[in-house]
Nanobody, 125 residues
Framework: QVQLVESGGGLVQAGGSLRLSCAAS????????MGWFRQAPGKEREFVAA????????DYADSVKGRFTISRDNAKKSVYLQMNSLKPEDTAVYYC??????????????????WGQGTQVTVSS
């Protein structure tokens, strides 16, 4: 069983930055593909970013390319999402997700087995 705990959300003005963290349990974290998703009020949960087990491959939604950066530290069993140039439309609950198969380039919700509880990000205009 894998547990994921997100942190780092909060309220920020448009143009500002936040760094989300996700701490994972599990002995084989270094083999997991990790992802970030978000869900805005009244909308479906959507893909934001993913990173391969080695960190060698990253994938981003078009809406966040050039502004967000996903990274990981396998020694700390953690994955991060650096969010810069935030916009009001980035307001959402952000979720960390894990795929223990280590598949690359996965962007669909059902491909991830484990999920965190989410952290709220609010961007004011």
């Amino acid at each position: 069983q894998v547990q994921l705990v997100e942190s780092g959300g909060g309220l920020v003005q448009a143009g500002g930055s936040l760094r989300l963290s996700c701490a994972a349990s599990g002995r084989t974290f270094s083999s997991y593909t990790m992802g970030w998703f978000r869900q805005a009020p009244g909308k479906e949960r959507e893909f934001v970013a993913a990173i391969s087990w080695s960190g060698g491959r990253t994938d981003y939604a078009d809406s966040v390319k050039g502004r967000f950066t996903i990274s990981r530290d396998n020694a700390k069993k953690s994955v991060y999402l650096q969010m810069n140039s935030l916009k009001p439309e980035d307001t959402a609950v952000y979720y960390c997700a894990a795929d223990p198969r280590g598949a690359v380039g996965i962007t669909l919700l059902y491909e991830y087995m484990y999920w965190g509880q989410g952290t709220q990000v609010t961007v004011s205009s």
